[in-house]
């Protein structure tokens, strides 16, 4: 089965998604997310002009050897725009291969290790009182583990506290915004978060928070320890981890689960993690670290250690991502949870799929390959609006981690 064409889709229902859909002397095509948000073009260009001619002429079935040709062959390797490039070409080729099985791609993973795959729903509010109704209605709506984040007293723009409910959408001007950062005041008041959630809602629901980078390791040492009585199921992105020795410190002081990964693009980002049982989720996605072919070799690492997966799934991650995410986490041995934020109404209809939600759970369903597909039309109709991510400084104006 050759491949005979490629081209690259964007879009924006709402928000930008870049999609690749490759094309087979046998009619079958296959699609992939391409989405890295706020760098949406460098990917399609990429796509375009570096991977694509490579691609026509070969064997839609070797999968593994057009990888390792990319990978390989690119001689420039890592770095998230070539392996957004990667992921999505290899999204679309197990497309491909499931579907000339007749299979959902699960199948082909080794099928089912489990009955359903656990998501956690994103709430957040303004403040207290509000973020301990957000969680309540995601309760309402079935879920069994959401993240929770509020507005820090005195701080403008904390991430996480989205302008509107249940769509959260961070990139949201041509030019980043700025939002101020304060690391103390954010530490006093983040138990109490917590503390109020335990009150409300009691012990049983899987409460997860997210500090997006913004932490030193003895910083997020102690918070990680402050939150220990209200047993998170983790905390995300406590400190940047470009340097993964730093997790030593954090572990050494708190039993709060830790949680990274979502910017990571490579195995080699997380191995001193995993082989240093430093994190107990890996957060890498299909669509950022190199597609289900990577992420496989992630998780039988990370399962030497009894770490398990976490996947990353925000709105930036189209549904083509969180299709093929649905598979490999309902086969993976090692799965923890995964992501789901919601797509707006507008995206669902761009990306028809066979992915299902109900009573906190999400079922890939069974059509042939990742059972995600893009109506090439509907995405005509929404073209690309330059969009980047917030900038955050802290008070006396240093840039910090947004
Ligand atoms: C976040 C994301 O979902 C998460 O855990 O960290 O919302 C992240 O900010 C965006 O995906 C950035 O593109
Ligand atoms: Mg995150």
């Known amino acids: 089965m050759k491949i005979t064409n490629a081209k690259v889709i964007v879009t924006c229902p709402g928000r930008n998604f870049v999609t690749l859909k490759i094309e087979t002397d046998e009619g079958r095509t296959g699609i992939g997310d391409a989405t890295l948000n706020g760098r949406e073009l460098a990917v399609a260009a990429y796509l375009e002009h570096h991977v694509i001619p490579n691609l026509i002429g070969r064997d839609a079935h070797r999968i593994e050897d057009i990888w390792q040709f990319l990978s390989k062959g690119a001689y420039w390797r890592r770095g998230p725009v070539t392996m957004t490039s990667i992921s999505a070409v290899d999204t679309a080729l197990w497309d491909i291969k499931a579907k000339a099985a007749g299979l959902p791609l699960y199948q082909l993973l080794g099928g089912k290790s489990r009955e359903h795959v656990l998501v956690y729903g994103h709430a957040n509010g303004a403040d207290i009182e509000s973020t301990l109704a957000e969680v309540g209605r995601y309760i309402d709506l079935g879920y069994k583990a959401v993240r929770a984040q509020c507005a820090v007293p005195g701080v403008k723009g ?78 995300e992105d406590a400190s940047p981890a470009e340097n993964q020795e730093a997790f030593r410190l ?63 799934g925000a709105t930036d991650l189209s549904p083509v991502c969180m299709g093929a995410a649905l598979h490999f986490d309902i086969s993976v041995p090692n799965f923890g949870i995964q992501e789901y934020m919601r797509h707006t109404d507008e995206t669902d209809e761009v990306f028809p799929h066979a992915y299902s939600f109900e009573d906190g759970f999400m079922y890939p369903g069974d059509a042939p390959g990742h059972g995600v597909d893009i109506d090439e039309d509907l995405a005509a109709k929404y073209p690309y609006e330059p969009k980047q991510l917030p900038v955050a400084r802290l008070k006396d104006g240093t840039l910090w981690d947004w």
Not at 164 to 193: H, R
Not at 217 to 233: D, M, N, Q, T, V
Request: charged share 20%; proline share 6%.
């Open 250 to 312: 954090i572990r050494q002081h708190t039993v709060t689960p830790l949680a990274v990964g979502e910017v990571f693009n490579s195995i080699y980002d997380c191995r001193t993690l995993i082989q240093d049982q430093l994190i107990d989720y890996i957060r890498t996605s299909v669509v950022h670290a190199g597609g289900i072919t990577q992420l496989r070799r992630i998780a039988s690492l990370a399962a030497l250690y009894q770490i398990r997966t976490g996947c990353h």
């Open 158 to 235: 904390t991430y996480g506290v989205a302008k509107g409910q249940m769509y959260y959408e961070p990139a949201s001007s041509e030019l980043p915004e700025e939002s101020v950062w304060d690391t103390p005041a954010y530490l006093n008041f983040a138990p109490s978060l917590f503390e109020a959630l335990r009150e409300a809602h009691g012990p049983d629901v899987e409460l997860l928070h997210d500090v997006h980078h913004r932490l030193t390791p003895i910083e997020a040492a102690r918070l990680g320890k402050s939150l220990e009585p209200y047993r998170l199921f983790w905390m």
